[in-house]
């Protein structure tokens, strides 16, 4: 039985590199995104540790005019800082979507074709069966046309030889 091969396998390799390629980029902007949200985190941590300790230092009795300014200024940088991440993660989530977009287009083409694989091996599939078939059904004819020759050349012997024939009733001749 002879081996099935697909016309568009290098194509079908190639889609799939294709798409695992694209799904790599989607996981590498997912991890951007989720840095960028570490990041983030952590400098809203650092601004709360710092108002908090601003808040401290409002209710001791010691409070210093260039401390609550240079406070204010860091708190101002982390606060600039944070809205900077958050316009990055925006655009990181904006390339994520476009990534992803890209990704559904890669494997509905490379779906496409393996259904197109598929359909392609059940037809070559059912080929085979129907020549097997016939090849079979060309075997039993020759067999039976031998036997039947067979059979008609073992009647003629016999015919020839008289072993077939059934003896003359030399009696019944003479009744006649």
Known sequence: MARFAFRFEALLRLRENERDAVRGHVADAIQAQSI???QRDALQQQREESRLQAQRRLASTQLSVDTLLHEGRFDLQLAAEIQGLDTNIRI???????????????D???????????????QWTAAQLAAEQTELDEIAQLRFARAAASQQKLGRVRGRSGADTEPEDK????WD
């Open 171 to 174: 009696g019944a001749r003479a």
């Open 36 to 38: 960028l949200e570490q």
């Open 92 to 106: 990181v989530q904006t390339e994520i979507d476009r990534r992803q977009e890209t990704l559904q287009v890669a």
């Open 108 to 122: 509905v083409e490379v779906k496409r074709l393996e259904r197109l694989r598929e359909q392609q091996y059940q």
